[in-house]
Structures are given as structure tokens and as C-alpha cells.
């Protein structure tokens, strides 16, 4: 047996893929192939749906949520944005000058995770509820209007995905900066390198693999996100991840609420295409095998 | 309907229902809920026991005493009992024989979660009223609280065996007026045998519900009332549907998205009836309530949320739920709050939440010797005065006052004559207008 798998290396390879492969067939392409097939479906609940190959639902879905479209794009690179702003110098701190306390300092970065999701967002609505912990000294202070609010407008929204993608942000950062060797920012100051010199042409490009993993992993869950949406926001800043599970769950209308979740996928994906042609793929695919 | 776990599981999970409230409360603020119920709990044996012994009643004796205790299992044959409870046992046993044959077997019934009684101290698993049932009836019950959504429980549960014509492993299934239509349209509901209870103990609003005539798709379990929750220290007293459209409340409102209720109130509002609200009429409601979402007059669309929402001072208006104002209603004098629920002078609007037999269940006669065993006054009253919905059985108000005086005289869990006049009950509709209804309402408020 071992003979064999010595002769063929490959072998190996694939059975060591096997589990994982499968998983992703099972679980994964099956759902979206079936997904695609329920999204040309004509028909209701009652007298049953039939595959029509409808495919002019996908112009009709896409004129008539543009909006919501824009919405999610723009809420969640905005959330990406500010996650790299706020991630950036925490991951370089903990790498740079964290010592004996990264590990702490990591575990500090983690540990919301250790609560749920929607149990996180919901003390959001706490913290920033309209006579709450930020806002009623504010108030008092007549720094703000009485009637100003911050909770169901876009802002609460964003500063809610913001948060709970931060660590998604901060993680791949840190592992990217915590591998650059010291002696390369040596080198840089040895060769007469100002601080911002150091930073711009050595840190940075090195950090790149980590801020490309970082911004995909917040920015593909925080634009199909609908949590912080529904408990954060208003009417007026829905995303397109409400209307796909009203569609689903209101209005019992499978094909459309298919359809949008397609063209949602692959809007994500042709983005992430053209995003990794800008940045380099060389980068994003070094920084995934590193 | 493989294509959607995630939106489905994400579904259940977050957004907020009536009852999931319920649910993630049920831990944390189970003495607040003791409290609002009118000391159904810890103080229930002192109170049921006095009033037992002051009327004379054995029959009225706090069953979830007795059986809280020994019944620690949960099994319901193992509650050990005490002598004193065989009176009631045999007095209430006498409509069994007359109504449905069943005297023994199982049968098992889906309903929602903070639908039924719970057992005190150790006991909080055991339901006594149902202990009771099993000991009176010989029949058992297997009671599980797995309706979380009308919609994923049609879903997950009914449409494919039924679609395929096999028993969907379900005796009862507690589902709300709508979801019973459709279930009775696509012909997947058995008929309920009439028995000695029901329909006879029906309350006769129920009685004239036009998509049911005779009653015999449909047992209701519990109603609401879906009317105006406001805090009357920032508003002073409120009567008047006008409120939802007032600028001086702009962004410190909420409507509800249930589409029947926010709907239903919007079309009250406008002098429509929603028991026969037309096309015209529904699109005039719709364009009110898209007005008022792009005035900004909205802040949210909420399911109970509201709650929280009204506790914290960030509303002060909401259509709001009867049953979930219960827990409100004390004034907060520390924090300058007093909520009232107001039955608007245009009307509420009434949901039913219903057991109901789906089609080959194999024990349906267990099934209707429950419903009629709950229509019994004395038996609803028990369910009632921990529930503290409105109660849809003749007699409960009687019988509830054995348990507390106080709920009897409650009119949010008994409505006066005068208040069920004014309630309405949402137009019945076939599953493409359904749709093409909730597709309009979603559209309106930014879905």
C-alpha cells in the first residue's frame, strides 16, 4: 500500500483532496446549480412551478433592486475601508510592539467572537439607541440636537458591519506583518530609508497578501450582510440581503429571490476578479500558499 | 427546495418574530414574565390553593402544584398523585366519552414556543396542563414547540409529504389564520369531527370567520390584537389611527412587518374594511404606508422588537402587539415612562393563531379529543393565565379567576363586547395575491 503511494505522489494529492472536494460538491456546487435552476422557474407555491428558463427575470431583478444593489456595494466597501483603517495599526501594533502580550492582545482581538453575532449587534442598538451610552451625554452637552439620532440611519449600518468584521480584517493583517523579518526594515534604514520611506516601500507591499485576504473576507460577507441592516438600520437603507430574504421567507417568490442571490455571486466574483488583475494575483495567490 | 439553507437558517435565526422574543427572553426575563402574568408563578400555589379552598372547588386546585413536583420526569404517566387531585380528575373527565372516541394512544402536535403553562421551581420542563390532560383522558401528548415561522414550518414540515400524499407525522399544528387557508384551499387539512367542546365553547367572533364556516378546518389556540403601543408620559392618551401618520412623531415610530397587521391598521385608518378590503383599497393602504416610510415618518419595520425599542426610549408610537404590551403596562416611574396599547377608535385588528388537523394524520382522534379537552373552560383558563393572549373560550374568564382574579377582568386577554366589535380580521386570500399582496408591502417599505 505504501509502495503505491510512493510510486504515484499525486495519488496522494487527490486523496487527501477527496474530503474536502466533496464537501464543496455536495455543499456547495450542487446548491448553486440548483439555486440556478430555481431562478428560471415560473410558476407559485399553490399550483406548483415548472422550469420555464425565464431568464428575463434576471434584467427585471437587477432594474428593480438596483438600489439596493448600489446600497450593499457601498456599505460594504465602506465597511472594508474603515475595517483597514482601524485594523492596520492594531495589527501592526500587536506584530511591531505587542512582545510578551501578542498572544493577549490576539485572544482581546477574538474574543467577541465568543458571543453571537446577532447578540453583538443587538448591544449596538444599546450603545447607540437615541438617549443611550454615546448619545445622552452628547445631548446634555447640547452638542447635538435633541432629536438627532444614529440608530436606523445608513451610519449605524455601517458602523455595525464595520465592527463585526473587524477581526476578518485585523487577523490576515497581523499574519502578514508578523512574518516580515526584521532584517529587511534593518536593511531599509541601513540604506537611508526615512520612516515613511521604510513604511511605503518595504512594510506595505510585504503586508499586501494580508490586506487582500483581509478586504475579501470582509467585504464578501459584509455586502450580502442583512442582519445589521434589519436591526441597525431603516427603510431607507435596506440591502440587497433583505429583499433576497424577504423574497424567500414575505413574499414565497423562490425564483427572483434566486435569481438576486446569483447575481449577487457573481457580481462578488467578477469584483474579486478585477480586484485581484489591479492588485496582482501574484500577491493573493503567495500570500494564500505562504 | 434545496436551493436556499442559508437564507432560510439565516432567516429563522435573526429576524425577530412575536415569538422569538418569547424565545430569547424566555431565559433571561422569565421572573419579569412571572410578574406581568399576575403572579401565575411562584405565587400560583398559595393563590390557586386559597381560591380552591375558598370556593369549594377541588377541581380548580393548582394542578401545576401538585404535579410540579412529583412530575419532575416530564413523563406524563409518572406524575405521582396526590389523592387531592382525583376529584378534579374525574369531574372534568366526562365530556371524553361523549365527544371522541380516543381514550388511549399518542398523538403529536407542533406549536409555537410560549404557547403553554410551564411547571414551577425544578419543574420548568413539564407543561402540568398537559400532565392533566394525559391523566384525564388516557391519552398522551407529544408537545413540541418547532413552529417558529409560519412560512419555514409550511416549508420544512408540511408541503412534502403532503404534496405527495403521506402523513406528515404531525397530529396538530398550530398555524396562524393565513397559513390555515392556504393549508385548507390546496385541500391538505382534515376536517375537525365536532365533539361535547368544540365548536360549541367557541367564542362567536370565531364562529362567522368566513374562510371556515362551521369551524371545521380551524380550532383557534390564541388571538391577538394589533392595535397602538405608545408611552403616554411623551404623547398623553392616544385613541386615534391618525397617530402613524403624524409628523410629530416622524422617526420615533414603527410599523410592524407583518404585512396583515401594518396593512390591515393602515387600511382601517383610511375607513377600508380588512375583512373585505378590495385591490383599490389595498393599493391606497399601500401608497399611505410608502408615503409615510419616505417622509421618514418610520424609523423601523419591526417584528416585537418594538419592545426593547420602546423600553429604551427610541420610540414612544408602535403598532404593537396586545399580548406583548402585558409586560409593559406598570408605569416606570424611574424612568418617566408609562405604556398603554389602546384599541384605536377605527378598529384593531385580530390574528388567530389555530390548531388544525393535517390531511392523513393517523391519530386523529387523539388529535380532537385534545381540542375538545381544551375547550373546556376550566382547561383553556389554566393554558391562559400563563399565556396571557386572548383566550377564544367561552367560560375562561370564569374559571380564570379561580387561578388570579385579576386576569379575569382583563380585557386584553378578554375583550369586552364593545372591543370585539371593533376588531377586524385581515381579507382572506389565495396564494397568488397573497404574493402579489406582500411582494407590494415588501417594495414599499425598501424590501
Known sequence: MSGILRRHPTAVAYALLAPGLFYLLVFYLIPTVQMFLVSLWTGNLEDGYSLTFNFSIYPDALSQYWGQFVRSVVYGGGATVLTFLLGFPLAYFIAFRGGRYKNLLLFLVIAPFFTSFLLRTLSWKLILSDDGLVLAPLKTLGLVPDDFRILATPVAVIAGITYNFLPFMTLPLYVALEKIPPSLLEAAEDLYASNWQRFRRVTLPLALPGVIAGSLLTFIPAVGDYVNAELLGSPQSQMIGNVIQARFLAVGDYPTGSALSFILMAAILIGVLIYARIVGTEELLGGASA | ?447
Open chain 2, 1 to 447: 427546495m434545496t436551493q436556499h439553507h442559508a437564507p432560510i437558517e439565516d432567516g429563522t435565526t435573526v429576524s425577530i418574530t412575536r415569538r422569538r422574543l418569547l424565545q430569547l427572553s424566555a431565559a433571561a426575563g422569565l421572573s419579569a414574565f412571572l410578574a406581568a402574568c399576575g403572579t401565575a408563578g411562584t405565587k400560583s400555589p398559595a393563590t390557586s390553593a386559597s381560591a380552591a379552598a375558598a370556593t369549594g372547588t377541588p377541581s380548580a386546585t393548582g394542578t401545576p402544584v401538585a404535579t410540579g413536583t412529583p412530575g419532575a420526569t416530564g413523563v406524563p404517566g409518572a406524575s405521582g398523585t396526590p389523592g387531592a387531585e382525583t376529584p378534579g380528575a374525574t369531574a372534568s373527565a366526562e365530556p371524553t366519552p361523549g365527544s371522541t372516541p380516543a381514550s388511549s394512544g399518542s398523538f403529536k402536535m407542533a406549536t409555537w414556543i410560549g404557547y403553554i403553562d410551564v411547571g414551577t421551581g425544578k419543574d420548568k420542563k413539564s407543561h402540568p396542563s398537559l400532565i392533566r390532560f394525559t391523566k384525564e383522558t388516557g391519552v398522551e401528548i407529544d408537545y413540541q414547540e418547532s413552529v417558529n415561522d409560519n412560512e419555514s414550518f409550511f416549508a420544512s414540515q408540511l408541503k412534502g409529504p403532503l404534496q405527495s400524499g403521506l402523513d406528515t407525522g404531525w397530529d396538530i399544528v398550530v398555524l396562524t389564520d393565513w397559513m390555515i387557508i392556504r393549508l385548507a384551499k390546496l385541500g391538505w387539512l382534515e376536517t375537525i369531527t365536532p365533539g361535547a367542546t368544540f365548536p360549541t365553547n367557541l367564542l362567536d367572533v370565531y364562529k362567522t370567520r368566513d374562510w371556515d364556516p362551521g369551524n371545521q378546518f380551524a380550532a383557534p389556540w390564541q388571538s391577538g390584537m394589533t392595535g397602538i403601543a405608545f408611552d403616554q408620559k411623551k404623547t398623553g392618551p392616544l385613541t386615534s389611527l391618525d397617530v402613524f401618520f403624524d409628523q410629530k412623531y416622524a422617526g420615533k415610530m414603527t410599523y410592524l412587518t407583518e404585512m396583515r397587521d401594518t396593512v390591515g391598521l393602515t387600511a382601517l385608518k383610511l375607513g377600508s374594511d380588512p375583512a373585505t378590503l378590495t385591490q383599490e383599497q389595498f393599493d391606497a393602504a399601500i401608497a399611505a404606508i410608502k408615503q409615510a416610510v419616505s417622509d421618514q415618518l418610520v424609523r423601523q419595520l419591526t417584528g416585537n422588537s418594538y419592545v426593547e425599542d420602546m423600553q429604551g426610549g427610541n420610540v414612544i408610537v408602535a403598532m404593537g402587539w396586545s399580548g406583548d404590551v402585558q409586560g409593559l403596562l406598570v408605569p416606570d416611574q424611574s424612568k418617566d415612562q408609562d405604556f398603554q396599547w389602546a384599541l384605536p377608535d377605527q378598529g384593531a385588528m385580530l390574528w388567530t393563531d389555530n390548531m388544525a388537523i393535517p390531511k392523513g394524520a393517523k391519530n386523529k382522534g387523539q388529535a380532537e379529543t385534545f381540542i375538545n379537552w381544551y375547550y373546556i373552560a376550566k382547561n383553556a383558563a389554566e393554558v391562559e393565565a400563563w399565556v396571557n393572549y386572548v383566550c377564544p373560550v367561552v367560560g375562561a374568564d370564569v374559571e380564570i379567576t379561580k387561578i388570579d382574579p385579576a386576569l379575569g377582568s382583563n380585557t386584553l386577554i378578554f375583550p369586552s363586547a364593545e372591543m370585539q366589535a371593533k376588531l377586524h380580521q385581515f381579507v382572506a386570500l389565495d396564494t397568488n395575491q397573497a404574493s402579489a399582496w406582500e411582494s407590494a408591502f415588501t417594495k414599499a417599505i425598501g424590501q
